[in-house]
DNA sequence: GAAATAGTTCAATGAGCATTGAAATAATTC
DNA sequence: GAATTATTTCAATGCTCATTGAACTATTTC
């Protein structure tokens, strides 16, 4: 009997991405790029970072799928960036399942000492083992 | 104008969440609790790692508020951890809201060099910057 | 009180990673 | 093609932190 979620989850993966998202910069970064800002200048303007940190983190989220870059037509020296919402979404919403209070199970009553104690009296066996 | 959430979010404390969340061994932890089991010997045996390592991972989970402890009533050796059921809803309401798609503005049209080009012809002036 | 059991704390190690300044790449302007 | 602008890459530094084994505390059992 399977009690936590129905396919075990990914936790490395899980992990991998939460740490990406586990940065103030990035937090920072994102939140403008959310905001509609997607001219590198503006971004710089914003978030008052040195601009190859900003091209850093930016570089760590475009790796995790959360970002993407695009030239500009006429002046090849802008780039504009942009949230990747489908990634957006999956991320919301592997998190919020995972995350969501209405999972949570009550406590196992069949489980340690005190259930042997409940069904026995008052002093148990001295192997008294959980399940 | 702000671009932004309504109020700037606080980027440190929200990495500073992320960052518990963003270990595999703890985001299993974290699953074997929400499925119910908080009988000490349990998670261990569910967890395959060494007591003291379950012990760190947990006391960074109690230190977030996400998780907490009750020694057993009967025999005070057995620690029942469990979800801090209202922490985890305020974490899942924080970054549904934070990372939730709908949220994404669209591009500001009147930003980079592509703007002053469509509005003047080819040719931009040199000094061109966006805003 | 000695042995056993449950769990924590401590110290050491090593890997990962954010940050910084400088150099390098790419594209445009004059 | 030299200078300027936008952005990235590189190398070095230092901090954080997961992991491990050993020692320690607390509690219960015999």
Redesign the interface.
Known sequence: ME???PTK?D??T???Q??V????????IL??L??????N??IGDHLDMAPNLISHHISVLRKAGLVRAER????AR?I?Y??N?ES??A??ET??Q????G??????PD????AV?LTSGHH?QSSA???
Chains 1, 2 share one sequence.
Do not use: N
């Not at 500009?72 to 002046?75: I, L, P, T």
């Not at 995972?98 to 209070?101: D, H, I, L, N, Y």
């Not at 999972?103 to 196992?108: A, F, H, L, N, V």
């Open positions: 009690t936590r979620t989850p936790y490395e899980m992990a991998r939460l740490k998202l586990s940065d103030p910069r990035r937090l920072e939140d403008v959310i905001g509609g800002v997607q001219c200048c503006e500009d037509a006429v002046d802008w504009y942009s949230i919402e957006l979404a991320i919301s998190f919020g995972f995350f969501s209070p999972r949570i199970k009550p406590r196992r489980c340690g000492p005190k104690t148990r083992r959980c399940q």
